[in-house]
T-cell receptor, first 115, second 113 residues
Framework: DQQVKQNSPSLSVQEGRISILNCDYT??????FLWYKKYPAEGPTFLIS?????DKNEDGRFTVFLNKSAKHLSLHIVPSQPGDSAVYFC??????????????FGTGTRLQVTL | KAGVTQTPRYLIKTRGQQVTLSCSPI?????VSWYQQTPGQGLQFLFE???????NKGNFPGRFSGRQFSNSRSEMNVSTLELGDSALYLC????????????FGQGTRLTVV
């Protein structure tokens, strides 16, 4: 039962354009969402997060949007750079878990930023 | 400030053996979680330790176990290894003072042959 879904396994975007990575979830008890970026042979690196009480959070080139009614979040990267090429994981925390550390991850989207 | 350190980085074991992986969290972090990453499955939560106690456990068989020491370092053990246990095992630490992100180590790549 995949509670966090990233339906696009891969995405290719030209340098300078916008990258939009999507994530859907089914568990209404998720109260906190995070995006991680992962390069090969490295652990995931935290990118940006958003609480369920907000609908937008921005950090430099990265913006996360949350639509609770649709159980959907998206990560926008503007402008995209070649160094952004990596696998992006969406993750969610279940408020019942009572801890920041138990995260449910999506299967990831591989972003390729081309020149 | 040192990050999360996992040892060893790579490991090859044969079926039926057991293996122990180690994780040293970021200094001051008291929560350590373990995840298994396999192709197509993403990251699957194994368990979380806080103050030497297991707080949460994922849906993995009893062959997967762990522990945490008083200095917050953690180990996970997999007994009677199966080919399907081949994966990247990731450890994450967090401060545990409210809403915060988890910081991951580079992982241990386990190959079972």
């Amino acid at each position: 039962d995949q509670q966090v879904k990233q339906n696009s396994p891969s995405l290719s975007v030209q340098e300078g354009r916008i990258s939009i990575l999507n994530c859907d979830y089914t568990n209404s008890m998720f109260d906190y969402f995070l995006w991680y970026k992962k390069y090969p042979a490295e652990g995931p690196t935290f990118l940006i997060s958003i609480s369920s009480i907000k609908d937008k959070n921005e950090d430099g080139r990265f913006t996360v949007f949350l639509n609770k009614s649709a159980k959907h979040l998206s990560l926008h990267i503007v402008p995209s750079q070649p160094g952004d090429s990596a696998v992006y994981f969406c993750a969610a925390r279940d408020v019942l878990a009572g801890t920041a550390s138990k995260l449910t991850f999506g299967t990831g989207t591989r972003l390729q930023v081309t020149l | 400030k040192a990050g999360v350190t996992q040892t060893p980085r790579y490991l090859i074991k044969t079926r039926g053996q057991q293996v122990t992986l180690s994780c040293s969290p970021i200094s001051g972090h008291r929560s350590v979680s373990w995840y298994q990453q396999t192709p197509g499955q993403g990251l699957q939560f194994l368990f979380e330790y806080f103050s030497e106690t297991q707080r949460n456990k994922g849906n993995f068989p009893g062959r997967f176990s762990g522990r945490q020491f008083s200095n917050s370092r953690s180990e996970m053990n997999v007994s009677t290894l199966e080919l399907g246990d081949s994966a990247l095992y990731l450890c994450a630490s967090s401060l545990e003072t409210g809403v915060t992100e988890a910081f991951f180590g580079q992982g241990t790549r386990l190959t079972v042959v």
